[in-house]
């Protein structure tokens, strides 16, 4: 690459820090994607023309709000609340709330650039966005949950619409959640307006899939790696690190197709299981009765539980971080490569620290960035949202079958891509070169937007 281009792509990267000070994972989820750029400049001089790096890196809004709520005891709490719109040139605004004690700006923008990119790459027509709290819902009760929630959508809603901005779930947001803030957009707009929030239940304009998505399509992902390495699932030993809704439905997609996933994860630590994780159990310790998984070995003698335990230190094939950003180390990646680990898909957003990154990519292992690898849980919230349009609902397999088409077209978009400018395997070059070129040429044609 040109050295005029590279200082070019370095000092926009440096504008972004100095304009954002503080907001560490936005830096590196921006700086991840524009060491991806310089030959997508070279094709397409009219992108720096117009600045569209620089557009594309300041989101078109930012919303941030007093989220005040009463516990059981009638102790007042005040939370904050963000909305960022980052977005719109394919589509409304679309991307998840995460309710977690770390949430502040700099996480919901790093969550929110990733989308754009994410979102464009699932082919359907929706632009990135992302919001939450820095709410905690661990041990709160499902009143004071629902007060929380009240009160979020109490602000939020005015900044939201099924063609403006339609929000989703995330960490600490799953179906519970979505529910209490549905009602209260409802009752306050006084429209049944399905589109705007997705992850809906089932009676009430949800899809079905759509719980299971992200796990199964970050499977389907790295189905797609595997046969491109004429290699596959069957017989592989797996690690899912987390155990919420994305390890849970990767561990039941793993076992249908053969893989064998002898261990997960919580904050606390690490439930190993040499024979295999009882999903069963796991669903009902987490889904159910909303427990740890430290209760897991006391259903399973020989399941060991590591206190404070690193799971990326037991021997596997295939590696799933599904638990949050930044939980896999360059050590971590060193650990696998070494200890036979030969694919890795991302169910989580940025869950590989940019150490891990280059060391998973010097090994030449087949390596799925969440951008791409994620993306279907989105995408399966745009099916629901095309449900919502035409006022339909379709089967489990239907539903399904398009979710596996999206994911082996994004696995396509991504290899030739990478392919085509001169990084063959390489799928981070290859999800953010195709996803910022979807963007980028909706927004030349739309003007100085
Ligand atoms: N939070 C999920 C993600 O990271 C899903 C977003 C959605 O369905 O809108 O992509």
């Known amino acids: 690459m040109a050295v005029a281009l590279e200082e070019k792509i370095e000092a926009i990267y440096q504008q972004v820090k100095a304009r954002n000070p503080g907001e560490d994972e936005f830096h590196q989820a921006v700086k991840e994607v524009l060491e991806s750029l310089g030959p997508v400049l070279v094709k397409y001089p009219e992108f720096a023309d117009q600045k569209i790096i620089e557009r594309i890196c300041e989101p078109e809004r930012q919303i941030m709000f007093r989220v005040p709520w009463q516990d059981d005891k009638g102790e007042v709490h005040i939370n904050r609340g963000f909305r960022v ?226 799971i990326w230190e037991i021997p596997c094939q295939v590696a799933m971080p599904s638990a949050t950003q930044n939980e896999l180390n360059g050590k971590d990646a060193k650990m696998l490569v070494k200890n036979g680990c030969i694919a890795v898909g991302e169910g989580a957003n940025m869950p590989t620290t940019p150490e891990g990154v280059r060391v998973f990519l010097d090994a030449k292992i087949a390596y799925g960035p969440g951008k791409a690898a994620n993306a279907g849980g989105v995408a399966t919230s745009a099916l629901e949202m095309q449900q919502n349009a035409g006022r339909d609902s379709w089967t489990f397999d239907y539903t399904e079958q398009k979710l596996d088409k999206i994911m082996t077209g994004i696995h396509e978009a991504t290899y030739e891509t990478a392919a085509e400018f001169g990084a063959a395997g390489n799928y981070v070059i290859g999800a953010n070169v195709a996803g910022f070129i979807k963007v980028a040429q909706a927004m030349v044609p739309m003007g100085l937007i």
């Open 85 to 310: 719109e980052f977005n719109s040139a394919i589509g409304p605004y679309k991307g998840g709330l995460r309710f977690h004690p770390s949430v502040y700006l700099g996480i919901i923008k790093f969550l929110g650039f990733e989308q754009t990119f994410k979102n464009a790459l699932t082919g359907m027509p929706i632009g990135g966005g992302k919001g939450g709290s820095d709410f905690d819902p661990k041990g709160k009760s499902n009143n004071e949950i629902m007060r929380f929630c009240q009160s979020f959508m109490t602000e939020l809603y005015r900044h939201l619409g099924e063609h403006t901005d339609c929000p989703a779930g995330d960490i600490g947001v799953g179906g519970r959640e979505i529910g209490y803030l549905f009602g209260q957009y409802k009752r306050i707009t006084n429209r049944y307006e399905s589109g705007v929030l997705t992850g809906k239940g089932i009676g009430w304009g949800g899809s079905l899939v759509r719980t299971e998505a992200t796990g199964y399509g970050a499977t389907y992902f790295v189905r797609e790696m595997l046969k491109a390495r004429k290699d596959s699932l069957g017989g592989k030993t797996c690690l899912v690190s987390g155990s919420g809704n994305v390890a849970i439905y990767t561990i039941e997609k793993m076992h249908e197709l053969g893989a064998k996933v002898v261990a997960c994860s919580d904050s606390n630590g690490v439930i190993f299981h040499k024979k295999g994780i009882d999903l069963e159990l796991l669903k009902r310790l987490k889904e159910v009765e909303r427990r740890r998984i430290s209760d897991y070995a006391g259903y399973h003698k020989d399941a060991k539980y590591i206190e404070g335990g690193n």
